[in-house]
């Protein structure tokens, strides 16, 4: 096989002059055709064949033919290229479809039937010759497509998305799409120039908002949002706040405190001694005022009568 830096699946050969000396691209003449590409290896059992037909006249009736060729292949072992597919026409001058050639290894074996290992095949159109691709190339291929798409994908999809304070996050209305001549047609008309009056009239009465401004505020708006929710249990006291969200101190603003509300003194249960709950003030000349009696106060106690010293209480006075 021809050597280059070039991988053999992206070259396409072809060599019209020397097709037109085989009469064209027929049954015949598509393997020698073949030979002289790059793809064509030197060592295989169709090299060898048509070295000894040139030199060896009972040789020469194997390469008259493709039938005669690949029934000699047939009987060798070793590296082989055989006719694999072939178009409906094949007669010299009518060979313009497409044939397939294989690149295969055969090994004999004794009692049963060859073993057939495929290395690779080839496409002859016309008077190109091109490589298949491995399955493991299209495999590689395929993936770095899809790869190459969704990575185009993310980002437009990203730029069709819009967020708004009202509906939220959502996807921006794809523009109705037009046949080429209603759009040649709109720009014609937009192209061509309207007086003065009809051109004040189409101007719209109030400016469009911008989309830089839209999504500014849709930004602003979500952060003003994501503050309250992570700060929004901090209030402001009477002192003023300093700081920022997160990191608040308070400072002193100079006035004086409120006056405290006056305390009552606890309940006193002792009756012996009681103690007075108001307090006095002795510059007012007020008396303190008097307990309130009991309700058993009221009740009188019968007085006794006082007795004379040396009488006993049965003895009347002389």
């Excluded at 060729?69 to 597919?85: H, Q, Y």
């Excluded at 010299?92 to 044939?99: I, N, S, Y």
């Excluded at 969704?150 to 304070?165: G, I, N, Q, V």
């Excluded at 908002?209 to 999504?215: D, E, R, T």
Aim: aromatic fraction near 8%.
């Amino acid at each position: 096989m021809g050597s280059t830096d070039i991988p053999l699946d992206e070259i396409q050969w072809h060599h019209p002059q020397l097709a037109d000396s085989m009469q064209g691209i027929h049954s015949n003449s598509v393997l020698f055709y073949f030979a002289e590409s790059p793809f064509f290896d030197k060592t295989s059992n169709n090299a060898v064949i048509a070295n000894q037909a040139m030199f060896n006249p009972a040789m020469y009736q194997y390469i008259q033919t493709r039938e005669a060729f690949e029934g000699r292949l047939k009987t060798m072992s070793g590296v082989e290229f055989i006719v694999a597919e072939q178009p409906a026409q094949m007669a010299p001058g009518t060979g313009t479809g497409v044939w397939v050639i294989r690149k295969q290894t055969r090994r004999k074996r004794p009692g049963e039937e060859d073993e057939i290992i495929v290395h690779s095949s080839y496409y002859v159109v016309g008077y190109n010759i091109y490589m298949a691709p491995t399955l493991a190339d299209i495999l590689s291929f395929r993936m770095a497509t899809i790869t190459n798409s969704l990575r185009k994908c993310f980002p437009a999809a990203d730029e069709a998305r819009t967020w708004s304070p009202a509906q939220g996050h959502a996807y921006k209305p794809q523009p109705a799409t037009t046949n080429s001549r209603e759009r040649q047609l709109a720009a014609s008309k937009e192209a061509t120039p309207l007086p003065d009056s009809q051109a004040a009239a189409g101007k719209p009465s109030e400016p469009k908002k911008s989309a830089q401004s839209s999504i500014l505020d849709a930004r602003l708006a979500e952060h003003s949002f994501a503050v309250q929710m992570q700060y929004g249990g901090e209030y402001m006291d009477e002192n003023p706040i300093t700081g920022h969200p997160g990191s608040f101190h308070l400072s002193s603003t100079g006035r004086k405190e409120r006056p405290r509300a006056p305390t009552l003194n606890p309940l006193t249960t002792n009756l012996k001694n009681p103690v007075s709950t108001k307090a006095v003030d002795k510059k007012d000349g007020t008396k303190e005022a008097k307990t309130p009696k009991t309700p058993n106060s009221g009740i009188s106690k019968p007085k006794r009568k006082k007795t004379k010293t040396g009488l006993t209480p049965g003895a009347t006075p002389s």
